[in-house]
Nanobody, 124 residues
Framework: QVRLVESGGGLVQAGGSLRVSCAVS????????MGWFRQAPGKEREFVAA????????YYTDSVKGRFTISRDNAKNTAYLQMNSLKPEDTAVYYC?????????????????WGQGTQVTVSS
């Protein structure tokens, strides 16, 4: 059974940086993709970024392109989301997601396993 645990959230000033991590445990497959979603108060859970198992393909929502970078280190069983030039509108609970898929999905229904979430707050 695959389990995902996020960490690294916190409070940061606008323009600052933060890196959140997702530790993966349990059995996975060679086609296991990883992704990040976020959910702000009163809003639906939103796709942020995704990466293929081998790290060769990455995807981002338009609002974070050029600022966020998704990566993974399979030797450490960990995925990361590096967030730079943070804005107050980036404030949300960030969730790690996983799924057996050759092409990562940009919708919630496309993922089978979720972490508990980690809070990221950007102050102005």
């Amino acid at each position: 059974q695959v389990r995902l645990v996020e960490s690294g959230g916190g409070l940061v000033q606008a323009g600052g940086s933060l890196r959140v991590s997702c530790a993966v445990s349990g059995r996975t497959f060679s086609s296991y993709s990883m992704g990040w979603f976020r959910q702000a108060p009163g809003k639906e859970r939103e796709f942020v970024a995704a990466i293929s198992w081998g790290g060769g393909s990455t995807y981002y929502t338009d609002s974070v392109k050029g600022r966020f970078t998704i990566s993974r280190d399979n030797a450490k069983n960990t995925a990361y989301l590096q967030m730079n030039s943070l804005k107050p509108e980036d404030t949300a609970v960030y969730y790690c997601a996983g799924a057996v898929s050759r092409s990562p999905s940009k919708v919630v229904a496309g993922w089978t396993t979720w972490g508990q979430g980690t809070q990221v707050t950007v102050s102005s």
